[in-house]
């Protein structure tokens, strides 16, 4: 089932295109080397694998005792790991340009910064058996394959929700008007996600309710769509107490009851709920974006064989079931959902359910080519940043 709002990369000259100027947008300099080539095999793991994940997608037990699929991951390959949690995408591509890390779980808004900026090799799918069984949708997808080449192995998905207290906040709202309002009841209680991507969102309520602009993909924007969406943005700054890249701080903010309406990710919702903190969470009426994740490797990986146990490892049935479940999140590997404890989560997750994700706008790398013919008259990524910064005053 196509989807209207993704990006259409089917030539070859386009594949290239969007790296380049994903590269460019990165303020990569051309003396940069190329990326290591793909690997042939897996050998020996090499005792040790460094990554930097989302938070609750690389589990010791440290978080909760019960939560724990890194232990047995180390005792089946040797591979010590340890993760350095990041709180936003722009703070993954940093991290990974340092290479001090073996590899990412990359959301689409780095992938295509990562892969244009060299920092990532292309990913050998067929030394990965468990890939075989990733829902299709899932596959050769622009964010993590370029010119027919794999860069990622798909962990997982799911939509940025609209999350509230339910003893606060009433009626129940099914619509982001509630935090977009700039008379919104809630103004002062009201938070957003802290990074020049949320200005997707905007255009996501843009498209539902201003349809004369014509947007078709919120990561496509020419100057009108997107001084449209900065101009939302900038009122809603009005009425924002706060803003959240980190999912820790956020719990705590609608624990103490400071905010009580905002974006969300479903382990924020998880995690309150199971603190039986009065929250609920919803996919809004006008859609929404979301995130499809791909684990990918370093072009500058130490232990590359440990990391790509870990491919193989963290796509399993059992340890994607773990995850979906602790996180919040469908599955990549479809095989799980009959794994989970609960036995409906895939259903209620949407893990096969294509009409659902159509209404979800997975967050991709805003680049000068539309996509159409309007040409390279959209904004890129670098535009976007400077305009939150203009946003956020």
Known sequence: MSRPWKRRVGSAGLALTVVFLAFAAAGCGSSKKSGSAMQKSVGDGEGHLSLIAWAGYVEDGSTDPKVDWVTPFEQQTGCQTSVKVAGSSDEMVTLMRTGGYDGVSASGDASLRLVGGKD?????????????????????????????????????????????????????????????????????????????????????????????????NPYELDDDQFNAAVDLLKKQRGVAGEYW???????????????????????QANTLEASNVPVQAVLPKEGSTGWSDTWMISSKAKHPNCMYKWFDYVLSPKVQAQIAEWFGEAPANVKACSLTTVKNHCQIFHATDEAYFDKVAEWETPIADCGDDRGNTCKDYSQWTQAWTEIKG
């Open 245 to 267: 890249t980190d999912a820790t701080k956020e719990i705590q903010s609608f624990t103490s009851g400071s905010t009580l309406v905002g974006t969300t990710w479903q382990y």
């Open 120 to 216: 990532v090799s292309p990913v050998n799918v067929d030394l990965v058996p468990n890939y075989k069984d990733v829902v299709p949708a899932l596959k050769d997808q622009p964010y993590n394959t370029v010119d027919g080449v794999h860069y990622g192995i798909p962990h997982g998905r799911g939509a940025n929700l609209l999350m509230w207290r339910t003893d606060k906040v009433q009626p129940a709202p099914d619509s982001w008007s509630v935090v977009f309002d700039p008379n919104s009841p809630y103004k002062g209680h009201i938070t957003a996600y802290d990074r020049p991507i949320y200005i997707a969102d905007a255009a996501v309520y843009l498209k539902a309710t201003q349809p004369d602009l014509n947007i078709t």
